[in-house]
């Protein structure tokens, strides 16, 4: 609308309004409208002007409007795909890298396994039939196909573990706990370790879980038989748990060779393992299936350690939330949550 329609429209708008009020406003005023034609015209002249200018001004005002919110649309529309477009960049990135990660520690397995079944081929064509030179060789090959084999038995569970669907249960973690902890100290290597179980009793025992009692079982027994592995014979073991946060925190912990802080956020990959590690038999997938368990029940791992002096590894899960396979992945350097206000754990030596 012009400038001057505007200011006429809006001078008869605020003069009828005035002498409207005025005439409401003082009961002494008597106004004969049929004696006062101006007065008659006036209101026609503002009905008029109303009428015929307001809605006109109306739908422009509501055209403005829609587009204004038309443009607070396709801006926040435009920040949300930038948004999503750069989570889903960071997400490739990740899973590039992690995939070049997994691909180079795949090949660096490998490649020790290949030359010696190499070599001993190598061996075997030149050995005579039956020769000791041909029984070593033949035994060479043999335990780096058993490696092969071990190495792919592994990667094979961590994608079952990964993809499964969980058979949810209520676990009683307390006994899974116990029956982990006899089986390792009856095997041989167990059988010359210090062992201590402490599960709380009073004022109530540990609650029970719903879990995948086969999985869990794997990621708790793949705890034990690494604080068991890389100890020596005398040092001690100790496995706990307790209540903390709505949830149940299991640890394990050993005074084994430990793992340098450099090292330690990386131990839960695929096929990593620490330096001190060497001269241990095992490919370095036991903490990964440890980590697929649990975040794949809504859970997080822990870890500690100090060189010398020993590693305590451990997880939380939630008491009764149901596992999602979606459920963000979390690791921490720590210890595993102690409990709350829970119950005190009742020592079993060994």
């Given amino acids: 609308m012009p400038g001057p329609a505007r200011f ?3 001078a008869g708008l605020v003069g009828g309004a005035v002498t409207l009020l005025t005439w ?11 004696a006062n034609p101006a007065l008659v015209t006036a209101l026609l002249t503002m009905l008029v002007i109303v009428v015929g200018v307001v809605p006109g001004w109306w739908r422009r005002v509501g055209r403005r409007h829609d587009a204004a919110l038309a443009g607070q649309r396709a801006e926040l529309t435009a920040r949300a795909e ?41 061996r075997l064509r030149a050995a005579q039939a039956g020769s000791a ?27 079952d573990v990964e993809h499964r669907e ?41 609650p029970h879980v719903t879990a995948d009692h086969d999985l869990l079982y794997l990621a708790v027994h793949n705890l034990v038989d690494n604080a068991v592995k890389y100890t020596r014979p005398g040092d001690r073991i100790e496995i706990r748990a307790a209540e903390s946060s709505g949830g149940v ?3 394990v912990a050993d005074t084994g060779s430990g793992i340098p802080d450099a090292e330690v956020a990386g131990v839960w990959d695929e096929l990593s393992r620490a330096s001190t590690a060497r001269g241990v038999a095992g490919q370095g997938l036991g903490l990964a299936l440890v980590r697929s ?26 008491q009764s939330a149901p596992a999602t396979r979606d459920a963000a992945p979390t690791t921490t350097p720590s210890t595993p949550a102690p409990a709350d206000a829970g119950p005190r754990p009742q020592e079993k030596p060994a």
């Avoid at 490739?92 to 180079?104: C, D, F, K, N, P």
């Avoid at 041909?134 to 569970?157: V, Y």
């Avoid at 095997?187 to 179980?197: C, I, K, P």
């Avoid at 350690?305 to 939380?316: D, E, H, I, L, N």
């Fill in 82 to 122: 930038a948004r999503e477009a750069a989570a889903r960049s960071s997400v490739e990135q990740r899973l590039t890298a992690e995939r070049a990660r997994l691909l180079g520690r795949i090949d660096h397995e490998l490649k020790n396994p290949v030359m010696a079944t190499d070599l001993a081929l190598g």
């Fill in 24 to 34: 409401w406003l003082t009961p002494g005023i008597t106004v004969n409208v049929a």
């Fill in 293 to 318: 368990v649990v975040q794949r029940h809504g859970g997080r791992v822990a870890l500690r350690s100090r060189v010398g002096t020993g590693t305590s590894a451990g997880f939380w899960l939630p």
């Fill in 249 to 251: 925190s299991v640890e």
């Fill in 8 to 10: 006429a429209v809006v």
């Fill in 133 to 159: 030179e041909a029984s070593e060789a033949l035994e060479t090959i043999a335990t780096q196909s058993g490696r092969f084999a071990a190495l792919l038995q592994s990667l094979r569970k961590i994608t």
């Fill in 166 to 206: 969980l058979d949810l249960e209520s676990v009683d973690l307390a006994g899974l706990l116990r029956l982990v902890h006899d089986e390792a100290q009856g095997t041989a290597a167990g059988a010359s370790r210090h062992w201590t179980l402490a599960l709380p009793q009073a004022p109530w025992p540990l």
